[in-house]
Nanobody, 111 residues
Framework: QVQFVESGGGLVQPGGSLKLSCAASRSIFTLNYMGWYRQAPGKQREFVASITSGSWTNYAESVKGRFTISRDNTKNTVYLQMNSLKPEDTATYYC?????WGQGTQVTVSS
């Protein structure tokens, strides 16, 4: 089964940006659906964004216009560019593909 490793999280001030990466252990060329989810403390995991093999994208309303999901099949990596970050974006961010989850990367938005 494919495995994913997320990276790029950290502490950022409100209004700042981060770019998350999700590196796969094998080719993602055949993976139609790749997604990002997040989970804040005490809350359920929620959908953030997804991208298909044809590069169709979908976003949660709360991140539309601020986050951009992309994929680079040559690098077996999916990205999440996050701009205009808000404190409510604070969460552990996970990628998913082919039914497999990564271990997550922490994003903290605070002044």
């Amino acid at each position: 089964q494919v495995q994913f490793v997320e990276s790029g999280g950290g502490l950022v001030q409100p209004g700042g940006s981060l770019k998350l990466s999700c590196a796969a252990s094998r080719s993602i060329f055949t993976l139609n659906y790749m997604g990002w989810y997040r989970q804040a403390p005490g809350k359920q995991r929620e959908f953030v964004a997804s991208i298909t093999s044809g590069s169709w994208t979908n976003y949660a309303e709360s991140v539309k216009g601020r986050f951009t999901i992309s994929r680079d099949n040559t690098k077996n990596t999916v990205y999440l560019q996050m701009n205009s970050l808000k404190p409510e974006d604070t969460a552990t961010y996970y990628c998913i593909g082919d039914g497999a989850w990564g271990q997550g990367t922490q994003v903290t938005v605070s002044s």
